[in-house]
């Protein structure tokens, strides 16, 4: 059985950190990019960051540059997004995907998604 399991999220005031987990089961991450998207009440899904298959290569949109870091450990299958100096603008659903591709591309890539992992940012 595919399943790929979001963690970590939760209330955190301005200022704040967490840490979101993405993990696998029933499929290796170890030849996919792997991304981290988020959706605000009302808006659109956005990119966040990605990482290559090899944890090489990583990107960011601009506003998390600085403050998020993305990391994978393939021994253990799972992916995760350490977001630092949280902004109440940020509050939303956090999902991660997997890309068809072992470098990050464009979201049309992506092709398996987890349920999503809530973050609230809040005082």
């Known amino acids: 059985q595919l399943q790929f399991v979001e963690s970590g999220g939760g209330l955190v005031q301005p200022g704040g950190s967490l840490r979101l987990s993405c993990a696998a089961s029933?499929?290796?991450?170890?030849?996919?990019?792997v991304g981290w998207f988020r959706q605000a009440p009302g808006k659109e899904r956005e990119g966040v960051s990605c990482?290559?298959?090899?944890?090489?290569?990583?990107n960011y949109a601009d506003s998390v540059k600085g403050r998020f870091t993305i990391s994978r450990e393939n021994a253990k299958n799972t992916v995760y997004l350490q977001m630092n100096d949280l902004k109440s603008e940020e509050t939303g659903i956090y999902y991660c995907a997997a890309s068809r591709l072992t470098l990050c591309g464009t979201r049309s890539d992506y092709y398996y998604w987890g349920q999503g992992t809530q973050v609230t940012v809040s005082s």
């Open positions: 029933g499929f290796t991450l170890n030849y996919r990019a």
């Open positions: 990482i290559s298959s090899s944890g090489g290569s990583t």
